[in-house]
C-alpha cells in the first residue's frame, strides 16, 4: 500500500501547512443591532449578542475594528413604526443616525454596512408595502428602497444591504443611486434568501412586528436551481456582492453560486444557526468553541469568500492569538 492520506494528517503542523480552507479575520462581517435607548439590552435567543444604544454600538465597533474585522452589518430597530416605514429614509432615524456615527467612528478601519429592507420599520413586519388586498406590493416597495438607500448613502453607508427579496430591486437601487451621484456606494444582493424558520431570534432581536410569515417573497426552501437564478440576476442587475441565507442548511445553493458568479460571493450565518450551537453548548453538549469554528470553516469550504457572523469579533480574536481551530 503506497497511497496513504493519513501521511497529511499525522501531526499539527503537517495539518496546518496542508490545510485546504483558511480563515482570516478580514472575511469576517458582525451583524448589530441599535435601538432608540439609552442602555443596551440582551436578547434573551440570542446570549452574547446585544439591542445597541448609541454609544454602546460606537464602542462595540471600535472593538470590532480592533479585532480585524471586514466590517459591520447595521439593522435599526425604531421605537415608532407605521405602514410605509417612515423611519428608514428619515435622515434622523435610528439607522441612519447610528450610520453616520459609525462611519466617523470607525469607518475608515471597516466597511460600515447597512441593512437595507423595510421590515424593521413597518408597523406590519413586511419587508415592503402592502397593497389594498394586503400583499406586499413589489413595485411601490422599490420606490421606498430607492428612497432608504439615498438616505443611507447621505449617512455614509459604505455598502447597502438588500435583504427585502423584491424583484428588480437591485436595479432600481443602483439607477436612484447613480442618478443622484452615488456612484460608487457597493450594492450587496441577498441573492439568494430563503423563508426560513432560522431568523426566529432575529425577529426577537428587531422586535419584529410580524404576523405571518414571508413566504410570498422569500425562497422556498426546497428550490436549489432557484437560488442560483436568483443570484445570477442579481448579477445581471448591478450587484456587487451576492449573498446566500441561511448559511449552513444551504451550502448546496452556496455552492452553486460560487462556480458561477464573477462577483463576490458571501453567507449569513443566520441569528438560528448562533442560538442552536450557544444552547446546545450551554447545556453542555456541545464543544462550543470547536461547533463555532467548524461551523464557520464550512462555510466558507462551501465557497463564500465572507461570512456574517455573529461570533466575528470573538472568531477574529481566536485567529489573531493563532491558536488551533
Ligand atoms: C429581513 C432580515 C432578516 C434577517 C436579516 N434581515 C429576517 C427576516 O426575514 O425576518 C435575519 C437575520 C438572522 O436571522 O440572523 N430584512
Not at 430597530?77 to 429614509?89: E, F, L, Q, Y
Not at 449569513?268 to 450551537?277: H, K, L, T
Amino acid at each position: 500500500m503506497h497511497i496513504r492520506p493519513r501521511r497529511l494528517r499525522q501531526n499539527a503542523p503537517i495539518r496546518r501547512l496542508t490545510a485546504q480552507t483558511r480563515l482570516h479575520p478580514a472575511q469576517l462581517v458582525l451583524p448589530m443591532f441599535v435601538t432608540e435607548a439609552d442602555e443596551p439590552r440582551e436578547i434573551s435567543s440570542m446570549p452574547g449578542v446585544q439591542q445597541h444604544s448609541v454609544d454602546s454600538l460606537r464602542r462595540a465597533a471600535a472593538e470590532a475594528a480592533d479585532a480585524g474585522i471586514g466590517g459591520v452589518m447595521l439593522f435599526g430597530v425604531p421605537n415608532v413604526r407605521d405602514g410605509r416605514g417612515s423611519g428608514a429614509d428619515d435622515p434622523g432615524g435610528i439607522l441612519n443616525r447610528a450610520t453616520a456615527a459609525l462611519a466617523a467612528e470607525v469607518g475608515e478601519r471597516l466597511v460600515v454596512q447597512t441593512d437595507l429592507c423595510l421590515d424593521e420599520f413597518t408597523d406590519h413586519g413586511h419587508c415592503g408595502v402592502l397593497d389594498e388586498t394586503g400583499r406586499v406590493d413589489n413595485d411601490a416597495t422599490l420606490e421606498r428602497y430607492v428612497s432608504m438607500a439615498l438616505a443611507q448613502a447621505d449617512a455614509g453607508s459604505g455598502l447597502l444591504g438588500l435583504s427585502g427579496m423584491m424583484d428588480g430591486q437591485v436595479a432600481a437601487v443602483r439607477a436612484g443611486l447613480d442618478a443622484a451621484g452615488h456612484t460608487d456606494v457597493p450594492l450587496l444582493g441577498y441573492a439568494a434568501k430563503y423563508a426560513s424558520a432560522f431568523y426566529g431570534p432575529f425577529r426577537e432581536a428587531v422586535d419584529s412586528a410580524l404576523v405571518g410569515d414571508r413566504r410570498t417573497y422569500q425562497l422556498d426552501p426546497a428550490n436549489r436551481r432557484e437560488g442560483l437564478r436568483e443570484a445570477l440576476l442579481d448579477v445581471d442587475e448591478g450587484a456587487d456582492v451576492v449573498m446566500v441565507k441561511p448559511a449552513s442548511g444551504y451550502l448546496d445553493v452556496l455552492a452553486d453560486v460560487a462556480a458561477a458568479s464573477e462577483v463576490p460571493v458571501w453567507a449569513y450565518q443566520v441569528s438560528g444557526e448562533y442560538a442552536m450551537i450557544e444552547a446546545a453548548a450551554q447545556q453542555g453538549w456541545i464543544e462550543r468553541d470547536r461547533a463555532i469554528a467548524e461551523s464557520v470553516l464550512s462555510i466558507v469550504r462551501a465557497g463564500a469568500e465572507a461570512v456574517l457572523t455573529y461570533w466575528a469579533v470573538e472568531l477574529a480574536e481566536t485567529l489573531n492569538r493563532g491558536e488551533e481551530l
